[in-house]
């Protein structure tokens, strides 16, 4: 294939067909526009369909029954071959995703998700990159954002947890995870509970834990999945003793001091942990036609955007730098491409709502359209933190 050519017809903007993840673990909650038929397409084995993933190069690291491919962002390029993400990236490398991008990494490294549970998930927390390097991975700093258009209804605990009371002491997390096979742990009564608050979001480090709460939530992230699961019992389920140490080197997967290692203590207990890690939106430009928000930010890895095009009009937004982006409300064009959130999607089947901008555009300024009189078209858009320095540098809230 004509990567080069593909990409300049297309004015320099991918559309992607929806990719979704199955999990064995937690309960399904049904807010990813999928249709009802289709929360098992993978087989019972495999649990129900939980994640959506958006602008990966990686497979899922999702169990020996998962195809290879699975996870993997393709391109619709109006044949019937699959032409992946990836391909593109390899192939055509800084004129899709930048220079100074490519420099650094030599690939996109990062994607996002919507995850989507309806009870909340379990008390874990992900590798940093010291501690992946040593099982062969990478670390996983990840941002959560909730968007409303996703979110219908709470699920059954809209509450997340993030690190221990500021109180608590190392003795008192190690004789928790000593009880891992003995009985339930019950670890989050030394943590503390954030209610979620739609419109806005959080960044995580690794090393942090966290049990997040019910809504989807929209989750840019690095290109990894490496954690350890601290609580042994969530909503009723049993997390059998590998889900702690399956990151753990071989010799060091019974050595409970080892694997209170992976903690960042400092950030965990953090007396002021909203203020650094919370991250409500930063208006970047507004007029009469847009407005553009800043949604994840103040990190070294990973950050987002929100747009918004108000009904009937139309704006050039030039952001200097490639990115992936989901549509999450409304209809219109983007550049050229026509553009729709998701009513009711099919697993194997197409959308509008998914795309990729290359540098080069998303530089020179991509041109989108709110073809409705009545409603917002929305978009969210991720992409590495390296590619902007502005939001590197930005802050937690007040």
């Not at 297309?10 to 038929?37: C, E, M, N, T, Y």
């Not at 019950?186 to 959080?202: D, H, N, P, Q, V």
């Not at 997040?212 to 389920?237: F, R």
């Not at 509008?352 to 009545?374: M, P, Q, R, Y």
Request: glycine content about 10%; aromatic content about 14%.
């Amino acid at each position: 294939m004509d990567y080069r050519s593909f990409l300049d017809n297309s004015g320099g903007v991918l559309r992607f067909d929806p990719i979704f993840i199955p999990r064995q673990f937690g309960d399904a909650g049904r807010r990813l526009k999928l249709h009802p038929d289709d929360y098992y397409a993978y087989g019972v084995k495999r649990g129900s369909i939980k994640e959506r993933w958006f602008a990966s190069v990686i497979a899922a690291n999702n169990g020996p029954l998962a195809e290879p491919d699975e996870g993997m962002s393709r391109v619709n390029t109006g044949g019937g071959d699959k032409v992946y993400f990836k391909d593109f990236v390899d192939a055509l490398g800084p004129e899709l995703i930048g220079e100074r991008l490519y420099s650094k990494y030599g690939t996109w490294p990062m994607y996002s998700k919507f995850y989507d549970y309806t009870g909340p998930l379990f008390f874990h927390l992900h590798l940093d990159f010291e501690s992946a390097a040593r099982v062969g991975r990478l670390g996983k700093p990840e941002a959560y954002y909730y968007p409303p258009q996703y979110n219908n209804y709470p699920g059954k605990f809209p509450h997340t947890y993030f690190g221990f009371d500021p109180d608590t002491t190392k003795e008192q997390v190690k004789e928790r995870l000593l009880m891992y096979e003995r009985g339930d742990n019950r670890i989050t009564e030394l943590s503390r509970a954030f209610r979620i608050e739609l419109g806005t979001g959080w960044y995580t480090p690794p090393g942090v834990l966290h049990a997040p709460g019910s809504y989807l939530t929209y989750e840019p992230q690095w290109n990894s999945d490496v954690n350890s699961v601290y609580e042994n019992i969530t909503d009723g389920e049993i997390y059998d003793y590998k889900f702690l140490c399956e990151n753990c080197p071989e010799d060091k997967m019974r050595d409970i001091d080892y694997i209170m290692s992976l903690m960042d203590w400092e950030a965990n207990v953090d007396p002021h942990y909203k203020q650094t890690y919370f991250r409500p939106p930063v208006t970047l430009s507004e007029d009469a036609a847009h407005v553009q928000k800043q949604i994840a930010y103040g990190n070294d890895y990973i950050a987002a955007r929100e747009l918004t095009v108000f009904p009937g009009q139309s704006v050039t937004v030039k952001d200097g730098f490639a990115y992936g982006l989901i549509v999450v409300q409304g209809r219109g064009k983007l550049g050229g491409h026509n553009c729709a959130a998701a009513c009711m999607l099919r697993v194997g089947g197409h959308s509008e709502d998914e795309f990729f901008v290359s540098a080069k555009t998303a530089t020179e300024g991509l041109n989108v359209v709110n073809e409705s009189d009545s409603e917002p078209l929305v978009m969210l858009k991720h992409y590495p933190a390296y590619s902007d320095p502005a939001a590197m540098a930005m802050t937690g809230a007040n």
